[in-house]
């Protein structure tokens, strides 16, 4: 019979091939090497925080020039209210407990954030970038917890 499941080996390879490909640098989370799945999705929940930290910053930044636009207002409560201080948490608190599923439904949501973000825009948005970068992260946090 033939599985679908990924080996940790697997997982270990994407998420230290997502962790280079996605930062400036070449750089590798040293925890990886040695560490078992719970661990690996203990280690994308910190790479999506930090996405949506980066996605956060932008949007402050952006709401300095524009101060009123109400769709930056949107996504920047759906990155910090939602995000980085709900789902970010929960999830972590889950995967720590045991309990992966919970944790997949945190980052599901975080992931939904970042699209729900960039719909939110008539128009051009200028978050597209992020926002994607942002929902890539989550979707591959939650194939690891899904394993």
Known sequence: ????????????????LYICVSSNKPWQDPRSSDTDVTGLALIMVEVV????????????DLLKR??????????KDKYYSAVINADIPSANEALTKGDPKFA??????SAAEAKSCENGFSGGSPMTDLNKAAHLVA???TE???T
């Open 1 to 16: 019979m033939k599985s679908n499941s990924i080996s940790v080996a697997g997982l270990l390879f994407l998420v230290q």
């Open 49 to 60: 925080k930090a996405k949506a930290t980066e996605c956060a910053n932008k949007i402050n």
């Open 66 to 75: 524009s101060p009123g636009d109400q769709s930056l207002s949107s996504c």
């Open 104 to 109: 997949e439904q945190g980052i599901n949501y």
């Open 139 to 141: 979707t591959v946090a």
């Open 144 to 146: 690891i917890m899904r």
